[in-house]
């Protein structure tokens, strides 16, 4: 099964609003990713978790907070966006960080009024 | 850093047509992927390409990789609307800044008309 699931689908929030986006997978895998995609545009890595641990950051602004509470789940804590930070959220997984093929999951469509 | 160029952007078909789409990035890479993505949804991993001169296939798509021209190509055999969506390929960096990192090209956004 290669499976990832995120949560929610869609999510509408102001500026000043605080949120969470929720990904998990168990298919044992132990990279986990988060990745911005805008429309009719590539997705561009943000996080990386590996073995639980953040491994790499794109120097993705700080109102956005990742957090690794287990091997299987993964969460963005969104505080103050900006309309600019609307976008489709892809969370994705492999089974080891370097070289492993990435299964994305369906992503969770942000809107940021 | 690893940079992955795709051409076209935009592909136009016809039903039964063949076609293919170009992949080619700057330095090397461990490996070379291609995706597929529906409007409005999420990533499905088409192919891993790890080799140089490696070739798969599934259907009516077929990816191979030269390493050595650092390209990789997508062909599409007698095209059937089922296949209309955007296509990625991506790139893991093999070091430096890019590395263990997908660098995705710009996509194409293939269209099969009957």
């Known amino acids: 099964d290669t499976e990832v699931t995120q949560t929610p689908k869609h999510l509408v929030m102001g500026m000043t609003n605080k949120k969470s986006l929720k990904c998990e997978q168990h298919m044992g895998h132990r990279a986990m990713y988060w990745y911005k995609q805008k429309a009719k545009k590539p997705p561009e890595l943000m996080f990386v978790y590996s073995y639980e641990k953040l491994s790499i950051n794109e120097s993705v602004p700080s109102r956005f907070s990742p957090e690794c509470p287990n091997s299987s789940l993964l969460n963005l804590h969104l505080h103050a966006l900006q309309p600019e930070d609307s976008a489709l959220y892809l969370c994705a997984s492999s089974q080891d960080r370097v070289g492993e093929t990435q299964y994305f999951g369906p992503g969770t469509r942000l809107l940021v009024l | 850093e690893l940079k992955v160029e795709q051409n076209p952007l935009f592909l136009s078909m016809q039903e039964g047509k063949n076609y293919t789409i170009y992949c080619n990035y700057s330095t090397t890479s461990d490996r070379l992927y291609w995706y597929r993505q529906d409007p409005g949804k999420s990533l499905e991993s088409l192919f891993v390409?790890?080799?140089?001169?490696a070739v798969k296939q599934e259907g009516r798509l077929m990816a191979s990789l030269d390493t050595k021209a650092r390209l990789s190509t997508l062909h599409i055999t007698a095209a059937v609307h089922d296949l209309s969506a955007t296509y990625f390929c991506a790139g893991l960096g093999a070091g430096g800044t890019s590395y263990g990192k997908l660098t995705f090209g710009q996509g194409t956004i293939l269209t099969v008309h009957p």
């Open positions: 390409l790890l080799s140089n001169g």
